[in-house]
């Protein structure tokens, strides 16, 4: 898809704190992400990165500051969440499968009880992203049967299987060895066809691989964000230029 101008997630002023104001996650972080594009958020641990994507969905609820999804406030007590979490589908590091489920219905376990659709079509869907994920001869696997690489597919396909608009990803492929890495990589280039993509990485070569924009976090505050070619080229804040030569995190 390409980047339009239209903003789909708007984050203004977050803070997040934990612990009663002991831990600063985020502190006055502002952030436009626009309809297509994928955004890179990158930083050493610490930073707040997955506070951040966590928040995006309302799995943190904001400390300050106000999250908009399409216009609308997430925090704002009269908005169904879940309504919002089903357009946000989110892959995690460790996948996150349910284990005791078939590969197919670790697909259709959400959209089957939000009744998204009739039985035949949630199952005609999960047949469909399999085979668009290259997984079809596993749909009747269990998850522990699959590599990492393979599971993490799975992960994809079932995010894709709520007919999200955005996918957050955190850290999606630093479990998994080079080759799996590739593997998933490419399935992520083709999702930023479809889809706004938000991925927290640690891989520099993959957010320059895949990113539209970057952004590099440090301490909870978002200190640069631009097109990821340049923030690695020639970042305008010393702290992101010595994130990136690897002088720090
Ligand atoms: P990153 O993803 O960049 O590694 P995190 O968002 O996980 O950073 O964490 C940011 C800060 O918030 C860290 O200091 C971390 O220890 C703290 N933190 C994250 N989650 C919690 C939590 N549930 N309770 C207390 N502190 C937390």
Redesign the pocket.
Known sequence: MATSSKVLISVQHLVKE??HGA?H?LNDCNLDIHKGEVVAII??????????LRSLNMLEEPTSGAIFFDGVDLADKSVDINLHRQKMGMVFQHFNLFPHLTVKKNLELAPSLLKLKDIEAISARADELLARVGLADKANAYPKSLSGGQQQRIAIARALAMDPDVILFDEPTSALDPGSTMKVEELMNELKKNYTVVI?THNMQQALRISDRTAF?LL?ELVEVGPTNQIFSTPRDKRTEDYISGRFG
């Open positions: 934990y612990n831990v996650a930083g050493p641990s610490g930073s707040g990165k997955s506070t951040l927290v976090f909870g």
